[in-house]
């Protein structure tokens, strides 16, 4: 179990076990030192940010077995960098999230409001 805090100021849930998302594998979007893109949003990803997030150098849709990933599919849940969650939001393709989920680091790059209009869980 994560001892780290989420956006609502709670014990971070997990975001996904399968596939076993976060920067560590763990289910949880830990952020740590070595976790230089800050992997702190847990989102339901749609098949729109998939694309933008393709377009924008990232895909995570191919599979990439040599790294234990098994690419995303439209419904799944995965730790996503703040800084390219908050890029889509500019552009309206933002993926909801799961506040529960959402590291309290990704409050240093997306205000809490911005997460709210896009919470899939209750917002305290």
């Not at 076993?20 to 847990?42: A, Q």
């Not at 993926?95 to 790059?109: F, K, Q």
Request: include cysteine.
């Amino acid at each position: 179990m994560s001892r780290d805090l989420n956006v609502l100021g709670e014990p971070l849930t997990p975001c996904c076990h399968s596939p076993k998302t976060g920067f560590y594998r763990d289910g949880f979007c830990r952020v740590g030192p070595d976790d230089v893109g800050i992997h702190s949003v847990c989102a339901m990803v749609t098949e729109e940010f998939l694309a933008f997030s393709k377009a924008q150098g990232n895909d995570l849709v191919t599979p990439r077995p040599e790294f234990g990933f098994p690419g995303l599919k439209p419904g799944d849940r995965w730790c996503l960098c703040a800084h390219r969650w908050a890029e889509a939001a500019q552009v309206g393709l933002a993926p909801p999230v799961v506040l529960s989920g959402t590291n309290e680091r990704t409050l240093e790059i997306i205000p809490l409001v911005k997460l709210q209009q896009h919470a899939l869980d209750a917002v305290h």
